[in-house]
């Protein structure tokens, strides 16, 4: 969408840059988008080309919605461009690279959160799948006095498994001397 009508004089880095002839035309311009899912960030693309890396500003709000605009004084062509970001964007760690055409802007994603009780029900689940694999392969090929240890039905995790009964021992007893020297 072009305009026609005089434009005030913008500003690049403290120094005004001129305005446009009066009987210049300003045009709008709505870049190319190009939006990427990875699995671990978003990268968003926009194709600049003739623009500069101090024709164009990028911002990133507390809430996530990211602006680029820009403005090239040479044929007097302008754009902008905001949108949301998802809520799993990470906002602090936005990061751009301008190659002289394409402006790539990187966004990564907010790493879930892991409960400890996550953690110890998908290790229960992984023990469990371990210890019915090795009882199917018992069962598959029996053998005359073939017995399985605890370290074999938990798939060589076993060291594993005594190091964290051992942590809860020595919590346990930790907990019990700690509490009988208070109530002494």
């Known amino acids: 969408m072009a305009s026609c009508m005089p434009q005030r004089a913008a500003k690049k880095g403290g120094a005004a840059v001129a305005p446009p002839p009066p009987d210049a035309c300003v045009a709008d311009i709505d870049p190319k988008l190009e939006w990427l ?10 194709n ?3 623009f500069k890396k101090e024709d164009f500003k990028v911002q990133v709000d507390s809430s996530g919605r990211l602006t680029v605009r820009g403005e090239r004084p040479a044929g007097y062509v302008r754009f902008h461009k905001a949108f949301q970001l998802p809520q799993t ?3 602090d760690g936005v990061a751009g690279r301008f190659d002289g055409a394409v402006l790539s802007l990187t966004v ?3 790493q879930p959160v892991v409960s400890g009780t996550d953690m110890v029900a998908a290790r229960l689940a992984e023990a469990k799948e371990c210890a019915a694999a090795a009882a199917g392969r018992a069962a598959a090929a029996p053998e005359e006095g073939a017995t399985m240890t605890w370290a074999e ?3 060589g995790r ?8 051992a942590g809860f021992a020595l919590g346990a007893f930790l907990a019990h001397r700690l509490l009988t020297v208070t109530n002494s």
Do not use: E, F, H
Not at 37 to 46: C, E, G, N, P
Not at 158 to 165: S, W
């Open 108 to 110: 990564p994603k907010q």
């Open 37 to 46: 899912d990875d699995a671990s960030t978003y990268i968003i693309r926009l």
């Open 158 to 165: 076993g060291q594993m498994v005594a190091a964290a009964v």
């Open 153 to 155: 039905a938990l798939g």
């Open 48 to 50: 600049l080309p003739g």
């Open 89 to 91: 964007a990470n906002i």
